[in-house]
Nanobody
Framework: VQLVESGGGLVQPGGSLRLSCVGS????????MSWYRQAPGKEREWVAS????????NYARSVEGRFTISRDNARNTVWLQMNNLTPADTAVYYC?????????WGQGTQVTVSP
């Protein structure tokens, strides 16, 4: 199983970024996918999840209304569109897939929101 994130970077407050995660080594369409993030000095926190056929979709309260998770099973890809970013969104963002009995994680992509 391999998960590879991309799309992070430096953005000003109020800006947008779109993160991508490409999965391989497993049946992507058969697995729900999630995004997590970890800010400096804080524990990793869940951000959003999407089911196998793009339902259900759930968001953490801190990002609801600003972030959108989506997927394309034909491309083995899940995205996280992030709008109206604030400095509190600064973190390493991880793509994740739970395949019993364990979680699989990408290497992470850094998102920095700063003037």
């Amino acid at each position: 199983v391999q998960l590879v994130e991309s799309g992070g970077g430096l953005v000003q407050p109020g800006g947008s970024l779109r993160l991508s995660c490409v999965g391989s080594g497993f049946t992507f369409s058969a697995n729900g996918m999630s995004w997590y993030r970890q800010a400096p000095g804080k524990e990793r926190e869940w951000v959003a999840s999407i089911g196998t056929l793009s339902l259900p979709i759930n968001y953490a309260r801190s990002v609801e209304g600003r972030f959108t998770i989506s997927r394309d099973n034909a491309r083995n890809t899940v995205w996280l569109q992030m709008n109206n970013l604030t400095p509190a969104d600064t973190a390493v963002y991880y793509c994740a897939s739970y395949q019993s009995p364990r979680w699989f994680w990408g290497q992470g992509t850094q998102v920095t929101v700063s003037p």
